[in-house]
C-alpha cells in the first residue's frame, strides 16, 4: 500500500518526462546529479533516499504488479503513465497519514544513523545493566559501534537513570503515533534476553506487504526526528542521537579530490593536468560539486550578467535541456557555464550527458 | 603442568568455559606442541575451540580457511562478543577500504579468518608472508576432498599456499569425513606426519524416522499434525528458499499458538541474525530453513530436526540432524519422502557441473575469445558469454588452469592440446557426475531400509556405534506414541506497545538497580 502509493504518486508526477527507473533510483536515494534535480524540479524532495535497501528485482516485480492492476501503464520508453483507475485510487488514499511523515531530502541520511544508534545503544544498556556482555550485537557498522561504545562509557554509573529516561522520552513520543505504528517501532527493538523482529515478522504479524515494512519504520522516524527537531528540550536524551553525525560527503571520491583542489585555488586545467583526467571530467566534478555544495562560488565561473541571461534562456524554452538553453545565450557563453548555473539553481537538464556521473 | 595450568586458565578467563568437552583437550595439546593435526569431531562438540584457544595463546597469527562468508562473520561476532577482539574475517565482498584497512595491520589479529578464494590473490600471499603464522587451520576439511561434498578447486590448491607460506603447521577440522575424504585431505595436504584425532560421531540419543508419503499435501498434513502435538524447539530443512517461506506461513497460519520463522541465505544479515537470536533466546519454536542455517549455532535443546526436502549426501543430512539434542535428551529426526522428490537433488547437481553437451560450444566460445584477445574479460561476462552458472565456471576455471588452458588469467592456446585436454576435462566432468549420483543414490538407498536405519546410516563412516539411549528408528519400532518430550510453555505475545516498551526498559523492575 505504501510502496504502491509512492510509486504511482511519483509516476504522477513524472508523468512522461522520466523512466521508471528514475523512480527506483529516487527512493534509493542515488548520489547522481539527475536524480537531485529530478527531486527538485518534480518536487518529490520528501521521497529522497527513503527505501536505501529496496532491491531491484522487488522493485520490478511490484511495478509489475501495479501494470498488472491496471494502475499503471508502461509505456515502449519505459516511463508510466497513470490509468483512470490509478488516478482515482491515488486520489482515494490521498490523506494517507503516514506518506506525510516523509522528509527524504533533509532526513535520509539522518534516519539511518539515527535508528542504528537507538537500536544499539538499547541493546548495549539494558545488557549491562543486567551484567551480561556477551551478547551479539544487531548492528555491527564501525561507524555506529564507535559512538554507541563513547556514549556507553559516559552512561554507565548512570545506567538506570539513562534507561529510565529514555524509556519516558519514547513513551512520550510513540504516543504521537497510531497504536499499530508504535507496536511495530517497539517489536523492533532488542534488549536483554531478546531480539526484535524481523521485517518479515513484522510483515507478517502486522498483515502488512514485505515491501512496505521498511518504509513503515523510515517513515516513522523521520516523523520523530521532526519532533524531536521541534521540542530539543522535551526530548534532551534522543536529540543528543542526532548529535555528532559521521561526515558522509555527498559527493564522489573523485569529485572530493577535485574540490580539495579547487580550494587550494588551481584551476579546473591544471587540476586536470595533474590528475592526468580530461577538462571535462573535471567540469563534471564541479557541477556535481555545486549540486551539492550551498557555498559554491557560482560568480567565479559565471558573471551575474551570464547567469541572468541563462536563467532567463532557461525560463523561455522551459524544456531545460542544454542545446536549446545554449542557443537562446550569447557565444561566449559555454555549455560547462549553462550546466553550473542550473545545478546550482538546483533545475533538472534533460537528455545531453548529464547522467554521467 | 605449566602449559596445561595456563590452557585451564585461558579456557575459563576467555572463553568463560569451566572444562574441556571429550577430544577437546587432547587435540589442542598436539596444537600446542606444534604438530599436525587432523581431527574429525561430531558437529556440536565444540570443534572451533580446538583452534580459538591455541590462537589466543600463540604470539603470531592463526589463519582459518573456511568455506561460507556467513559461517566466517558468525564466529567472529561470537568471538567478539566474548571479547576475544583480535579476530576479523577477510573475503572477497569487504569493501575495498575495509579490507585495506585489515591488510595494513595484519599483526594486529590473532585470529584471521579468509575465503579459501582469497589466498589466491599474489598480493594478499606476499602480505601474510611478512608476518609470523603459528597455525594454519582447514575448517570443514572434507571441502578439500573430491570425495567430500562440496567440492570446492580453490580448496585444492590450498596445498600450494602452504608452501608459498613457508609451511607453518597445519590443523584441519570436520565434523563429518569417510576414511577415503581422511586420506584425501593427508595427501593433497602433503602432511605425512600428521596426528589423527578421530572421535566417532553417532549420536546415541538421536532417534531417526522416514515417513514415506504421497505427495507434498501428506507432508503438510503430517507437519500440522507432529507440530500441533509438539511445542519442541524444531527445524525443518528445505531445498528451496521460497519452499521455507511458503510452509513458514502456512504453518503460521494453522498453528496460531507457535512462533515460527524462516531462514535462508537470501535473507539480509540483519534478519538472519535477528532469527537465530530469537531462535537461541527461545522467542521461536519452529523455523524453516536451507542449509544454511545452522552452522555456528549452538542451541542445546533442539528436539525435532524435519527434513522437508532430503540433501544431496548423507555427510549434509548427518550434519543437520546433529543439530538435535546436543543437552543429551532424547531428540528425533524425521525425513519425509514422496514419490518424485528425487528431481530436486538431481537437478541441483547439474547446477553444479558445467553442463558435457555444451562443453563443445563453451570451448568454441573460449577460443573466439582468444582470438580476440586471450585475456579473460571479467566473471560475470564470462558467464553471460558461456551460458553457465558461477559454481560451473569455478570448476572449468579450475580444469583449465590445471590443464595449461588458462595461465595468468589468458586463455593459452595450442591446436594440438586442445582436443585432447578437452576429452579429459569432459571425462573428469563424467566423474564427477557419477560420483554425486552414487552420493544422492545412498541416501535415497537409505531412505528406502528396511532394516534398521541407525546400523545403515552411521556404517560408511566408522567401525561401530554405541547402542542407542532411547528408541532407536521407525524401523526398529519407533512410534511418535512412546515419545514425550518436555513441552515448551505456551508463551503471551499479545501485550501492548506500552507493556512491551516496560519489559525492555525493566521499568517496575527494581531487581536490577545497578550496584
Not at chain 1, 539513562?162 to 519516558?168: S, V
Not at chain 2, 584441519?172 to 575424504?181: D, H, N, R
Not at chain 2, 549420483?437 to 556405534?465: P, T, V
Request: neutral net charge; aromatic residues 10%; charged residues 25%.
Amino acid at each position: 500500500m505504501l510502496f504502491d502509493y509512492i510509486v504511482i504518486s511519483c509516476c504522477s508526477r513524472f508523468r512522461e518526462g522520466r523512466s521508471i527507473s528514475a523512480i527506483y533510483h529516487l527512493l534509493k536515494g542515488r548520489r547522481s546529479i539527475q536524480t537531485v534535480q529530478d527531486a527538485h524540479i518534480y518536487q518529490l524532495k520528501h521521497f529522497y533516499g527513503i527505501y536505501p535497501g529496496l532491491q531491484k528485482q522487488h522493485f520490478d516485480k511490484q511495478i509489475h504488479k501495479l501494470v498488472e492492476d491496471n494502475r499503471l501503464v508502461l509505456n515502449n520508453d519505459l516511463t508510466a503513465v497513470l490509468t483512470d483507475f490509478g488516478q482515482n485510487w491515488l486520489h482515494k488514499h490521498r490523506g494517507n497519514v503516514t506518506v506525510q511523515y516523509f522528509n527524504g531530502m533533509d532526513y535520509y541520511q539522518k534516519a539511518t544513523v539515527f535508528w542504528e544508534r537507538l537500536l544499539l545503544l538499547i541493546q548495549t544498556m539494558t545488557n549491562s545493566i543486567k551484567h551480561h556482555f556477551h551478547f551479539i550485537p544487531v548492528i555491527d557498522k564501525p561507524i555506529i559501534t564507535s559512538w554507541v561504545r563513547k556514549q556507553y562509557h559516559q552512561l554507565r554509573p548512570h545506567q538506570t537513570v539513562f534507561l529510565n529516561r529514555l524509556y519516558g522520552e519514547l513513551h512520550h513520543l510513540l504516543q504521537c503515533f497510531s497504536g499499530m505504528e508504535a507496536n511495530i517501532f517497539v517489536d523492533s527493538l532488542t534488549g536483554y534476553h531478546h531480539y526484535g523482529m524481523s521485517s518479515f515478522q513484522i510483515a507478517y504479524h502486522y498483515r502488512l506487504k514485505q515491501i512496505d515494512v521498511p518504509l513503515a519504520k523510515t517513515a516513522m522516524v523521520h516523523r520523530m526526528l521532526f519532533i524531536i527537531g521541534q521540542n530539543e528540550a522535551t526530548y534532551p536524551l534522543l536529540a543528543n542521537f542526532l548529535r555528532e553525525l559521521p561526515h558522509e560527503s555527498r559527493i564522489t571520491n573523485s569529485a572530493s579530490k577535485t574540490k580539495e583542489l579547487l580550494e587550494k585555488q588551481y584551476s579546473a586545467e591544471e587540476i586536470a593536468e595533474a590528475r592526468h583526467l580530461k577538462l571535462n571530467t573535471i567540469y563534471d566534478h564541479m557541477v556535481e560539486i555545486a549540486l551539492y555544495d550551498d557555498c559554491f562560488p557560482l560568480e567565479t565561473y559565471v558573471l551575474p550578467d551570464e547567469q541572468a541571461e541563462i536563467m532567463a534562456a532557461a525560463r523561455k524554452t522551459s524544456s531545460y535541456k542544454l542545446k536549446d538553453i545554449k542557443q537562446e545565450v550569447s557565444e561566449t557563453i559555454s555549455y560547462f557555464q549553462i550546466r553550473l548555473v542550473l545545478a546550482v539553481k538546483k533545475i533538472s537538464q534533460q537528455g545531453d550527458h548529464v547522467d554521467r556521473i | 603442568m605449566l602449559i596445561e595450568y595456563k590452557l585451564k586458565e585461558q579456557l575459563r578467563d576467555q572463553f568463560h568455559i569451566s572444562s574441556f568437552r571429550p577430544g577437546q583437550e587432547e587435540i589442542i595439546n598436539d596444537v600446542m606442541a606444534g604438530h599436525d593435526v587432523l581431527a574429525i569431531l561430531p558437529t556440536g562438540s565444540g570443534k572451533s575451540l580446538c583452534y580459538q584457544l591455541p590462537a589466543s595463546l600463540f604470539k603470531g597469527v592463526t589463519l582459518v580457511v573456511s568455506p561460507l562468508i556467513s559461517l566466517m562473520e558468525d564466529q567472529v561476532k561470537q568471538l567478539k562478543a566474548i571479547g576475544f577482539k583480535k579476530a576479523v574475517a577477510l573475503n572477497s565482498f569487504m569493501n575495498p577500504r575495509e579490507k585495506r584497512h585489515v591488510l595494513q595491520q595484519l599483526e594486529q589479529y590473532k585470529l584471521i579468518y579468509l575465503s579459501p578464494e582469497i589466498l589466491q590473490h599474489s598480493d594478499i600471499i606476499r602480505r601474510f608472508k611478512r608476518i609470523a603464522i603459528d597455525l594454519f587451520v582447514i575448517d570443514e576439511a572434507h571441502c578439500i576432498s573430491q570425495w567430500g561434498h562440496e567440492f570446492r578447486p580453490d580448496y585444492l590448491r590450498l596445498g600450494d599456499v602452504l608452501k608459498q607460506l613457508n609451511d607453518p603447521p597445519v590443523m584441519a577440522l570436520s565434523a563429518t569425513a569417510t576414511q577415503e575424504v581422511q586420506r584425501d585431505i593427508i595427501t593433497s595436504l602433503n602432511r605425512s606426519d600428521v596426528v589423527s584425532h578421530i572421535y566417532p560421531m553417532d549420536r546415541e540419543n538421536i532417534t531417526f524416522t522416514v515417513k514415506k508419503v504421497d505427495d507434498d499435501r501428506q507432508k503438510q498434513d503430517i507437519l500440522l499434525k507432529l507440530l500441533k502435538r509438539y511445542r519442541v524447539p524444531t527445524l525443518i530443512y528445505f531445498s528451496s528458499k521460497q519452499k521455507t517461506e511458503d510452509i513458514a506461513a502456512f504453518l503460521s497460519e494453522n498453528l496460531p499458538s507457535h512462533r515460527i520463522a524462516f531462514y535462508h541465505g537470501g535473507m539480509d544479515q540483519l534478519d538472519r541474525i535477528a532469527i537465530q537470536q530469537q531462535f537461541m533466546n527461545d522467542q521461536l519454536d519452529i523455523i524453516c530453513c536451507t542449509s544454511a542455517f545452522g552452522m555456528g549455532i549452538n542451541k542445546q535443546d533442539i528436539r525435532l530436526v524435519l527434513h522437508y526436502h532430503f540433501p544431496l549426501q548423507m555427510e549434509s543430512f548427518l550434519q543437520e540432524i546433529g543439530r538435535a539434542g546436543r543437552d543429551g535428551k532424547s531428540s528425533i529426526s524425521l525425513l519425509m519422502y514422496a514419490p518424485g522428490d528425487e528431481a530436486l537433488p538431481r537437478s541441483m547437481i547439474h547446477h553444479e557441473l558445467p553442463p558435457v553437451e555444451d562443453l563443445r560450444h563453451i570451448f568454441s566460445v573460449l577460443y573466439h575469445l582468444y582470438s580476440h584477445n586471450p585475456k579473460l574479460p571479467p566473471t560475470d561476462e564470462i558467464l553471460v558469454l558461456l551460458g553457465i552458472n558461477e559454481i560451473q565456471w569455478r570448476f572449468l576455471h579450475y580444469q583449465m588452469e590445471k590443464h595449461g588452458m588458462i595461465k595468468d588469467n589468458r586463455i593459452v592456446f595450442h591446436q594440438e592440446d586442445w582436443r585432447p585436454i578437452i576429452r579429459d576435462i569432459k571425462q573428469i566432468i563424467i566423474t564427477r557426475y557419477t560420483l554425486k549420483e552414487r552420493k544422492l543414490d545412498d541416501i535415497i538407498s537409505w531412505i528406502h531400509e528396511e532394516k534398521c536405519l541407525r546400523d545403515h546410516l552411521y556404517k560408511g563412516f566408522q567401525d561401530n556405534y554405541k547402542p542407542p539411549l532411547y528408541a532407536c528408528c521407525s524401523n526398529c519400532g519407533f512410534s511418535f506414541n512412546d515419545w514425550e518430550p518436555e513441552q515448551t510453555q505456551a508463551g503471551q505475545d499479545a501485550f501492548s506497545w506500552e507493556t512491551k516498551l516496560k519489559t525492555l526498559f525493566f521499568i517496575g523492575d527494581h531487581s536490577n538497580e545497578t550496584k
